[in-house]
């Protein structure tokens, strides 16, 4: 592990170590609030894009909901519900607008076709580490903007998770130049997944519990999704030989609670302070959870068939290339995607200087 690593997750433990230890089992229903109180309960639905069977991907939400009831007493209780239970996992932020549901917990990215500037929430091609999206978002403005763009559309999103990069993808063949991307049937999810159409790849998105059979049956020859061991527990290296990195399509990947404003402005003060902190600790939880667990997934591909392997270094800076044109073509085309991505590298520019001054390079 490198010191900078090392500093990372002493830092996240010490945070999640602060949050309050009662825990509620998965999905268990909350202990009565205390009528004496006086204060009338809150009950939510809240769908989640990602199966809560998932570790560090989709547990993250049940935590949060846990956490949430267990520091009000269970006078707060949020009922988590997984893709497809009430709302489609590709939905949800719809679903939210339309006040079927109050809140829901997502990407923001999977609504890019919508709401072009939502991807730059979720994830940066050759973007930030996951820290300093982090950085950005509560301390450099870029919740302010976030708010202000979704605001128009009766929504607040908070940050509530956050993860590490993603694997480049699971492919059947292996990957040895830009030739074996023109044709290939992928699929993959925001700016990434326009990278790869500039360079020839058919691309199409699928929610997570769909992308199995389709590579299983041949649909589609490769994917990306998600961290090697949400990955292998959804079976893809069963089906595909080589597993790809880095993941430069995701450096980080945000998860958001999404909340209409009509039931976010019916919630007294402390009910929302309460749901803003608790997801200010689900962001250290899950970050914590992803990177802890990936060491052992990726020691058990070792044993064969699966191959990980390093794009090659011609692959990367083509992929980077294209990943500027199109982020400068999106800028031209949306206002509020320029005035974000602008922000963003703003700040990713005063950030590098203290980056590259302050963390040692390491080998290891």
């Known amino acids: 592990m490198s010191n900078r690593s090392a500093l990372v997750a002493v830092t996240i433990a010490f945070l999640v170590g602060g949050i309050a230890t009662l825990a509620l089992r998965p999905h268990a229903p909350a202990s009565e609030p ?12 809240m769908p989640t894009a990602f199966a809560t069977h998932l570790p560090a991907l989709g547990d993250n939400a049940p935590w949060v909901s846990e956490r949430i009831a267990a520091a009000s007493g269970g006078r707060v209780r949020i009922d988590v519900f997984d893709p497809g239970e009430i709302v489609p996992a590709l939905n949800i932020v719809d679903a ?9 917990y997502t990407w923001l990215g999977y609504d890019q076709g919508k709401l072009p500037a939502s991807v730059l929430f979720g994830a940066v091609p050759f973007g ?11 301390e450099a403005g870029g919740r302010e903007l976030a708010e202000e763009i979704y605001s128009p559309l009766g929504l607040k999103p908070i940050l509530c998770g956050i993860i590490g990069p993603e694997t480049a993808g699971w492919f059947r063949e292996e990957i040895t130049s830009l030739d074996d991307v023109r044709g290939l049937k992928i699929r993959f999810a925001g700016l990434g997944g326009k990278v790869l159409q500039e360079l020839g790849a058919s691309v199409t998105l699928l929610a ?11 649909a589609i020859d490769a ?10 527990r959804l079976g893809f290296d069963r089906v595909a030989r080589f597993n790809y990195f880095p993941g430069w399509h995701q450096p980080f990947t945000a998860a958001h609670m999404v909340v209409g404003l009509g039931a976010w402005e019916a919630l007294r003060e402390n009910d929302r302070a309460l749901i803003e902190t608790v997801c200010t600790a689900g962001v250290t939880h899950k970050l914590a959870r992803a990177e802890a667990l990936q060491g052992a997934v990726l020691r058990s591909f070792e044993e064969g068939p699966v191959r990980t392997l390093s794009l090659p270094p011609d692959i990367l800076a083509e992929l980077e290339r294209v990943t500027g044109e199109i982020l400068a073509r999106e800028a031209r085309a949306n206002p509020d995607f320029a005035r974000v991505l ?15 001054l302050a963390y040692p390079k390491s080998e290891r």
């Open 34 to 45: 205390s009528e004496a109180s006086g204060e009338a309960p809150v009950r939510w639905r």
């Open 342 to 356: 602008a922000h963003q590298q703003n700040f990713a520019d005063e950030y590098a200087l203290w980056r590259n």
């Open 223 to 232: 994917t990306e999704y998600s961290l090697p061991n949400v990955d292998q």
């Open 96 to 104: 939210v607008r339309d006040a079927k549901v109050p809140a829901g």
């Open 208 to 218: 997570g519990g769909e992308i199995f059979q389709a590579l299983e049956k041949g």
């Open 128 to 138: 930030p580490e996951p820290w300093a999206f982090t950085a950005w978002w509560y």
